[in-house]
C-alpha cells in the first residue's frame, strides 16, 4: 500500500509545481533566449467501470483506475509514460496494482529514433484484426469499455529510421518473451463428453473435470527473444508495408499433461461387462499444461483509397515447425483480412472479411466404438486425445483447412459530437458463432465522458465462443474524467 502513496504524492507534486505553465504553454524555453526548447505535458484521467450480467459472473469486473501520463521532448531527448494505478474486483478476485502501460525514454530526431523501455507496438492497417501484429500481447479478459486496454507493452529496443517523409524502416527486438494472457482456468469445462453418437444413453453421462496448469515461460536469454522488422510505405496514392517476426508467438496451446479414469462398477454387472464403463460411476480427470512455440512471420498489408471508399487489406503467412505433430502447436497458415471502409451521411461503416487458409491440413478422426455397446477404457482414452486435439485447434482457429468469418462496424457521431453510437457485429461460418457488441458514448462536458454498452456472444457448439460467453457477456457502464 505504501507504493501507491508514494507514487501518487510524487504525481500529485509534479502537477502542482508545473500545472500553470503546462497547460498555459506548449514548451518551456530554456536557456536563456537560445533556441532550445523543452516541451512538456502531464495529462491522464480517472474512472470507475463495471462489467457484469454475465451467467458464471454477475459482476465480472469492478474497478476504479487513474491514468498518469508524461511527455517530455527537449531537442532529441524524448520520455513518454503511462502509469496506472487499478483497485477492484475481477472475477471474484482482489485486484490491486501498478500497471506500466507504457514507460520508455531515448533519441527522437526527424529522421531516426532509438528508444528503450515499455512500449506498445502497432502494426498494421485493418480494423481489429491484424495478423501482422504480432507483437504486442494481449490481455483478452481484462473487460472494459475500451478493447484497447487489453493490449499490454513489452520491454524492448526499439530503431526506427525514416528515408524520407514516404518511407521508413521500423525495428523491434524483446529479450523477453510477454504470453498474452488467457484464462481458461475460469471456463466451466467441466461438462458432459459427447464419447459418441452410438453410444446408449444414460441418465446420467460422463463428467470430464478439467484442471489448467500455469504456463511455464521459456528461460530468460536473448535467444527466446523475439525480432521483428517493418518497412512502411506512405505514397501519395497507397499506402503499404511489408513486415517480418520471428520468436515466441504470443498465443500458446496446451499439452495432454495427465489424465486419469475413475471407474466404480456396478456389483451387479461387473462379471457380465469386465471391460465396460458405466457412465453413471465414472469420473475423468484431464490435466493441462500450457505450451508456448516458435513462429517466424511474413506479412503485408495496405491502405488504398478508391472512389467512395477506403479498402484495406493484411495478409500473415506464419511458418511453425511442427514435425512431431504436437497438439499444442499449430500448422503453418496464411491468416488474411480485407476491409472496406466507407463514410456515409455522417456514419462510418466498416466491412471486413478474416479468413484463414491452413498449410497441411489434416483432419482428426473421430474415435469410433465399433461392436461396442459401452465405452472401453481405450476407447475413452482416444477421445480425450481427440477432444484435447480439436480444444487446440480451436484456440489457433484452424478446426478446418479453410475458415471465413466477417465483420461489420458502423459508428456515428450527433449532437455536435457530444453523442458517438457505435455497433459491431461478427460471425464465423463454419463454427457459426458470433458476437454483437453495442457501444453507445456520452461526452457530457470537456472533461467527464459517461461509457455503456453490452457484449454478446454465442455459439451453438462447444467452441471458445461457448465457454467464453458464459464469462464476457454483459453490460458495462464507465464513468471517465480527463485531466
Known sequence: MTRYWILLSFSLMFLCAHSQSLFENAGLDIGGGSNKTTEVDFSGYGRGSVFGGGKQYKLASSFAEMSLQTRLKSREALLNGDIRLRKGIMFEEDVQLIEVKELYAGYSSNSFDCLIGNQLV???????????????????????????????????????????????IDIVGVPYFKPSVYRFDLFDMNQEMDLGSDWVTIASPVQANVVFDPLELPKRKLSNGSLGARLNFELQKIGFAVSYFSGYDHFHGFDLKDFKINILKDPTDIFGNPTGIFLDSTQILINYQPRVYKKKTIGFDMALPLPGFLLKAEAAYNIVRNKDSLM???????????GVEKMWNDYVFIAQYIGKTVSDFKPVEKPELGQLTVPSTTYVNDMVIYASTMFNRLIFNQPTEFNHAFAFTVTKSFAHDEWNAEFTAYYNLFLEEYMLRPKLTWKVNDYLTVIAGANYMHAKNLTLFHFSSKIMNGVFVELKVNF
Open 328 to 338: 499444442y502447436i499449430p500448422n503453418s497458415d496464411l491468416s488474411y483480412v480485407i
Open 122 to 168: 502497432n502494426w498494421g492497417r485493418t480494423d481489429g484484426f491484424n495478423p501482422t501484429n504480432n507483437i504486442t500481447p494481449n490481455d483478452y479478459f481484462f473487460l472494459s469499455a475500451d478493447p484497447d486496454d487489453q493490449k499490454m507493452s513489452n520491454f524492448m529496443l526499439r530503431l526506427k529510421y525514416r528515408f524520407s517523409s514516404k518511407v521508413d
